[in-house]
Structures are given as structure tokens and as C-alpha cells.
């Protein structure tokens, strides 16, 4: 149920085949992602078509959207990136490792990127008010709670004093989070102990790892990796019976305990309405990067129960959503 309406964000080949007839009828958007599938990814890909729509763009319709999934193959970015500047398309929309590819390989084709880093540090725009080239996008700062996903787990379990943090050695920001992690451990007096998982089969170790460790709770860190298997990591928690704070609603509606952070589906029908603003006319450089203004704390309280926890009464009345 709803605690709060939530105020949202402010606002495989290397050829790439478009037909002739799109091109000559229709705009044609790049969209790259990489460490999600197309399944994994479909709910935050039908929240880009919903922005696109709210400006008055419609697939098949008025625009032609290019899917290519990458997965972790980030050697192949480089020549998606070419080909979509051969081909001239309008926008190119990707997440993070799409869009550094795409920076580098034009700087006049239009970029909207979607973001859990800072994206003035990677050098994507000259800062968040006046990006100042051909890139904008929206930046979530998923990476940078790190330490209050540890609060709010001290919150539901102040006796844990050993504290699992899952984090993905591939991702962009994972030394920041693990330096923003143990600064918070040291100020609420915990141990962290970090388990690294980039493959499948490491993510199946990492567990077993922790099940001889037996810490007392577990921060499953923000990255693409891990969003892409929130199904699996939900899993995995629940049969090795751990507490788990996760970054994103998805989790705790698969069944994980507890989440916070911004929301990740508005922050993809934001980037379809960018992507639809620019098609219209609007250059990225007068476009502000959007921040979330608000982050959700959503609760599962049936895994709470399941795992015999008692879920504090300030905690669910901070929730913006308590699943039952």
C-alpha cells in the first residue's frame, strides 16, 4: 500500500539495421544497454515508450526505436557507437558504458543517458544545470547510498554488528561505495565484509561464502549486474535466510526485504520525455540533468515475517510503500 505519493525525478551484431523507409519516414533513437537483457530490462523499457508518448512520440507510429542489448560486452560499445554515427540516427540513448562510448565517437548527435554516477566526474557533461554539449540525461545517485542503506539497516537490526556488502567489482563507482560503506561502519561501530560478484557462478560462490561467514545482514550494493539478477539475489537471500537491503523497488517486489533508493522506472519514462524534448527541437546542452528529489523506502514485511524479524513502527511509517 501506498504510505506517500512518490515525487518523481525533476522535469547481436555490429551492423545496426534501420531500413530505408524509417529513415526517410520516421527518426530512428539508438537505444544501447548493457548488463540487462531485453526480459530483464522490459519494465523500464515500457516506462521509456510511456515518456516518449507524453511528448507525442509513438513506435512504429512517429519515431523507430533501435534496441541493441550489449550485456557485458563492453569491447563491443565502441563500434555500436561507429556505426550509429554512420547511420545518422537522432538520438542515442544508453546507460552509462552506451553513452561514454557514444561521447567519444560524436559530439553532435544527441545523447541521453540514464545514470547511477555522477555524470559531470565521467565527463559525459560540463556540469548538472548547463551540460554544455551533446549529452543529458538523468542521474539517480543510486551508488552514493551506500551509506544510508546502512543506517536504515541498523534501523531494522541495531544488534547485527557483521554487516555482508555485496558489490560488483566491474561497476564504475564500486571503490566509492565501498570507501562511503566502511566510513558508515565505522561510525555505527560494524564490521563490513565485502563479497565481489561479477559472473553467475561468482554470484553462487559469494553466497556460499557467506553462508560459512554467517554475518548478521547483507547490503547488496547498487549496480546493473545486480538489477538484472534481482530475481536470482532474492532467491539466493531467501534460502540462505539473510536480511537484505537492496537499491531498488524492484527487489522487495520480487520478494527481497527492503529497498531505498530513487525510482528506477521513473527515471526511464524521464529519459524517454528527454529523448522525445530533443526530437521536437531542444538541445541537451539547455537541458539540466534531472535528480531525483525524493528517494523510496519500500518494505516487504511478509519476508520480514518469514525471516521472524519485527519491522521497526518508525521505519514503516518513514515507508513509502509496505508490501503485505
Do not use: C
Amino acid at each position: 500500500m501506498r504510505r506517500r505519493e512518490f515525487i518523481t525525478l525533476l522535469g547481436g551484431a555490429a551492423a545496426w539495421p534501420l531500413t530505408a523507409r524509417a529513415q526517410q519516414s520516421r527518426p530512428v533513437v539508438g537505444f544501447v544497454y548493457t548488463d540487462q537483457t531485453a526480459s530483464e530490462a522490459a519494465p523500464f523499457i515500457t516506462a521509456f515508450h510511456q515518456g516518449l508518448r507524453e511528448v507525442g512520440f509513438i513506435e512504429g507510429q512517429n519515431v523507430a526505436v533501435e534496441h541493441r542489448w550489449v550485456g557485458r560486452q563492453y569491447d563491443r560499445l565502441p563500434a555500436f557507437a561507429a556505426e550509429m554515427v554512420r547511420r545518422q540516427v537522432a538520438v542515442i540513448v544508453g546507460n552509462t558504458p552506451p553513452a561514454l562510448a557514444a561521447k567519444t565517437a560524436t559530439s553532435t548527435i544527441p545523447i541521453v543517458f540514464f545514470s547511477g554516477t555522477d555524470p559531470v566526474k565521467l565527463g559525459l557533461v560540463a556540469s548538472f544545470n548547463r551540460p554544455g554539449g551533446n549529452a543529458t540525461g538523468v542521474s539517480f545517485w543510486s551508488a552514493a547510498l551506500e551509506a544510508k542503506r546502512l543506517g536504515l539497516l541498523h534501523e531494522l537490526l541495531p544488534q547485527a554488528t557483521t554487516i555482508a556488502a555485496l558489490v560488483d567489482p566491474n561497476f564504475l563507482t564500486t571503490t566509492g561505495q565501498l570507501e562511503d560503506l566502511q566510513n558508515a561502519a565505522r561510525a555505527l561501530g560494524k564490521q563490513i565484509y565485502i563479497l565481489r560478484a561479477s559472473t553467475e557462478s561468482e554470484l553462487d560462490n559469494g553466497f556460499a561464502t557467506l553462508a560459512q561467514q554467517r554475518p548478521d545482514a547483507l547490503i547488496v550494493a547498487a549496480a546493473p549486474f545486480f538489477t538484472a539478477r534481482r530475481k536470482q539475489l532474492v532467491a539466493l537471500a531467501d534460502r540462505h535466510r539473510i536480511a537484505a537491503i537492496y537499491s531498488w523497488r524492484e527487489f522487495p517486489a520480487a520478494g527481497g526485504l527492503i529497498s531505498y533508493g530513487a525510482s528506477f522506472t521513473d527515471a526511464f519514462r524521464q529519459v524517454g520525455i528527454y529523448t522525445g524534448r530533443i526530437l521536437k527541437g531542444e538541445k541537451p546542452a539547455d537541458l539540466p540533468v534531472l535528480q531525483p528529489t525524493k528517494y523510496e523506502l519500500i518494505i516487504n514485511t511478509k519476508t520480514a515475517k518469514a525471516l521472524g524479524l519485527q519491522v521497526p513502527d518508525k521505519l514503516l511509517a518513514l515507508a513509502d510503500e509496505v508490501i503485505e
